[in-house]
């Protein structure tokens, strides 16, 4: 079977969903316990399950880029949609760890001074592997993409052995992206876990390179998916080649570690091999099978995939921000009386991120319902 320019794939999109839907997850936890650890990401090097949310959704946009190629028909069109995509997609998050513009100042509140505002993020990457990996899809081949994307994971691991710190190539604070982040942007403009002072960025300028193969390979799978139609073939084929991905990953991983906060290589090849074997286990489970429970669930979140990503973002910083009582924020109060009264410990922090998820979602399945669709 030879697919259709025309057809749909349902896998793709409740992939996407997915997605979506366990970044809020990973993205609220709950207080007043130590998180559940799968909510959790590895401490320096290593792997867990939050650590493939992310790389899963520059995957998806990899993806959504093999259907919408093909309606840019000049260069003209096709440059102007990227870019005005990639600087909406960029504002809107600076904007995002912006919000809400002000903190509390004593018994006051003071203006979030410019010079102190992240520059980079989660969607600021995400704009930025889209319009690399879109030029790069665009203007190349196949096979020069590969080629591309090869260079940029070596590339990346040269960086990184030859303008880190001598013998600290791969810490926190002496790694060659952290050195080039603080050199271009400034220490102000970094991520700083819990407002301490260790300037690191974890969706640093530098470690933005490798991450652009992470769009890459979504193309290429979803390309591949187009090409191969609704059959075992494609299933296979997905397996295997996420099978090998996975497996180079693991042995290059003995001289490159594994590490989502350095987007090592090794990262990004595991991260990858892990989406396609997901990607074509839905594939089999929906498109041939036909086994559709849940799909609906997912699929709500994949038609509105920004504007719930964003409003699970921004309600959390409220709900952080604002206080019942001098001290105690919405989220801990509630997190205090409610989630750890009735799931004590960990499994509680779990409890409350899957409401919050849920409590998104409702707003997408309204979206849904009336036919609102929020495009960039």
Known sequence: MTATTSQRFTALDVF?????????????????APVWSPLDHAQWFGFTPTDLVFPSFLFAVGNALSFSKKRYETDAVFFGKVIKRTLVIF???????????????????????????????VLQRIALCYFFGALIIHYFSVKTAAIISVILLMGYWLLLMVFGAAGAEYTMLGNA????????????????????????????????????????????????????????????????????????????????????????????????????????????????????????????????????????????????TIWVQPGVSIYEWINRVLFQQIFPGSFGTLVFAICYMLLCWLVAYVLDKRKIYIKI
């Open 16 to 32: 996407r969903g997915m997605t979506i839907c366990f970044m809020i997850i990973v993205n609220a936890p709950g207080s007043g």
């Open 177 to 320: 992206g952290t050195r080039f982040d603080i050199f271009v942007m400034g220490n102000a403009h970094l991520y700083h876990d819990k407002g301490g002072p260790i300037a690191f960025d974890p969706e640093g300028l530098l470690s933005t390179l490798p991450a652009i193969v992470n769009v890459i390979g979504g193309y290429l799978a979803g390309a591949f998916i187009q090409r191969k139609g609704k059959n075992y073939e494609a299933v296979a084929k997905l397996f295997i080649l996420g099978t090998l991905l996975i497996c180079v990953a693991l042995f290059w991983g003995q001289f490159f570690p594994i590490g989502k906060k350095l987007w090592t290589g090794t990262f990004t090849l595991l991260t990858i091999g892990i989406d396609m074997a997901i990607l074509g286990f839905l594939l089999y489970a929906i498109e041939i099978k036909n086994l559709n429970l849940g799909t609906n669930f997912f699929l709500t979140f994949g038609r509105n995939p920004l504007a719930i990503y964003l409003l699970s973002e921004l309600l959390f910083t409220i709900i952080v």
């Open 91 to 121: 504002l809107l998050g600076y904007l995002m760890y912006w919000f809400p513009f002000v903190h509390r100042e004593g018994d006051g509140w003071a203006v979030n001074p410019l010079a102190n505002t992240r520059i980079m993020g």
